[in-house]
C-alpha cells in the first residue's frame, strides 16, 4: 500500500513547478514533506487529489491509478491553507457532510476534538480566526480515518498551545489507526521529532528523500569557548555560527565525529532547519 508518484511534471507557463518527480509514500508513516516558498510542495499534493492536474506522469494510490478515480482518491485526504467550504455553514453540519463523502468519519471523535480546542460546533466558517479556521480544518483531518492524510501548513494561525495540541493528537491518532501522514510545513523544528522520513523538494526537484536518522548524519553542531571553536572549524565546511559573550556554536558540513567531546568542545547533532537552509541554499 502506498502512494506513488511517477514522473510527475507540471507547469504554469514558463513556470516548472514539478519537474519528472518519482516518489512514493508509504504505508504507516509519517513524512515531512519540506521545501522553500514556491519549490512545489502544495502543487504536489494538489496533483495527487486531482484538484490540479499534471502535465505528464501518474499517480498510484495503492496500485489505482488516481486521475479522476473516486475510488482511489477516497482514500485520500488533503487539508489545504485554502478554504473550500461555504462560509456561512455551521462546524457541525461540516463535520456531517464529511461523513457523507469519508464514510470511515468519526464525529464523535470530531466533536470530542472540537471540545478540546473550545470550538463551538454551532459557529459557521466565517465567523472564525485563521487559528480556528485551521483548527476546524486539522480535526477533519485527524478525524477521516483515510488511509493516506495530507497537511499543508496545518498550524497556520495556531497559538503556541493549540500546535502542541495539534502534534500531540497527531501522534495519538497515528499510533491508532497506521495512516500515513504527510506534512508540510515552514516550522521544521517543530516537527523534527514527529517525522519518520524527509523528503525535500527544491525548485520543483526532489533533492532528499530519506529518513530523519540518516539525514541528520550530513552535519553537526560543535560548541564551546569561542577561541577553541574558530580553531576547530578552520579546515571545516562552514554552514553558520552563534554567538553568545564568549561561547560560540558553530554548524559543520559532514560526518559526526564520533567523539563527542574534544578539546574542550562539544559536538551534537545539527538542528534539522540548519540543514535544510543549507541543503536548499542557491
Not at 65 to 92: T, W
Not at 197 to 202: D, N
Not at 233 to 247: E, F, H, M, T
Given at each position: 500500500m502506498s502512494i506513488e508518484i511517477k514522473d510527475v511534471t507540471k507547469n504554469?507557463?514558463?513556470?516548472?513547478?514539478?519537474?519528472?518527480?518519482?516518489?512514493?509514500?508509504?504505508?504507516n508513516t509519517i513524512y515531512g514533506l519540506l521545501g522553500r516558498n514556491g519549490a512545489g510542495k502544495t502543487t504536489l499534493l494538489n496533483v495527487i487529489t486531482n484538484r490540479i492536474f499534471s502535465d505528464a506522469g501518474?499517480?498510484?494510490?495503492?496500485?489505482?491509478?488516481?486521475?479522476?478515480?473516486?475510488?482511489?482518491?477516497?482514500?485520500?485526504?488533503?487539508?489545504?491553507?485554502?478554504?473550500?467550504?461555504?462560509?456561512?455553514?455551521?462546524?457541525?453540519?461540516?463535520?456531517?457532510?464529511?461523513?457523507?463523502?469519508?464514510?470511515d468519519f468519526d464525529f464523535e471523535y470530531a466533536c470530542s476534538l472540537a471540545d478540546a480546542f473550545e470550538l463551538h460546533l454551532n459557529k459557521n466558517v466565517k465567523s472564525l480566526s485563521t487559528g480556528y479556521n485551521s483548527i476546524f480544518k486539522a480535526i477533519i483531518a485527524l478525524s477521516v480515518n483515510t488511509p493516506y492524510v495530507l497537511l499543508d501548513e496545518p498550524v497556520l494561525g495556531l497559538d503556541a498551545n493549540h500546535r502542541?495540541?495539534?502534534?500531540?493528537?497527531?501522534?495519538?491518532?497515528?499510533?491508532?489507526?497506521?495512516s500515513t501522514f504527510v506534512i508540510s510545513t515552514h516550522l521544521i523544528e517543530e516537527i523534527s521529532n514527529l517525522i519518520e522520513?524527509?523528503?525535500?523538494?527544491?525548485k520543483g526537484k526532489i533533492i532528499k528523500n530519506e529518513s530523519r536518522e540518516e539525514l541528520m548524519t550530513y552535519g553537526y553542531t560543535v560548541s564551546g569557548k569561542a577561541s577553541l571553536?574558530?580553531?576547530?572549524?578552520?579546515?571545516?565546511?562552514?554552514?553558520?555560527?552563534?554567538?553568545?559573550?564568549?561561547?560560540?556554536?558553530?554548524?559543520?558540513m559532514g560526518q559526526l565525529p564520533k567523539e563527542k567531546t574534544l578539546e574542550g568542545l562539544e559536538i551534537t547533532k545539527i538542528d534539522l532547519q540548519k540543514l535544510f537552509i543549507k541543503l536548499t541554499d542557491n
Open positions: 504554469y507557463g514558463t513556470t516548472c513547478a514539478l519537474d519528472k518527480v518519482s516518489v512514493t509514500f508509504e504505508n501518474e499517480v498510484l494510490i495503492d496500485g489505482i491509478p488516481a486521475r479522476e478515480n473516486d475510488e482511489a482518491l477516497r482514500k485520500v485526504y488533503m487539508m489545504s491553507e485554502k478554504n473550500y467550504y461555504p462560509e456561512n455553514i455551521k462546524i457541525k453540519d461540516i463535520f456531517r457532510w464529511t461523513g457523507e463523502f469519508y464514510p502542541d495540541m495539534f502534534y500531540r493528537f497527531l501522534i495519538e491518532r497515528y499510533s491508532e489507526t497506521q522520513q524527509i523528503i525535500i523538494i527544491k571553536v574558530d580553531e576547530y572549524i578552520s579546515d571545516k565546511y562552514v554552514i553558520g555560527v552563534d554567538s553568545i559573550g564568549g561561547l560560540k556554536s558553530a554548524y559543520v
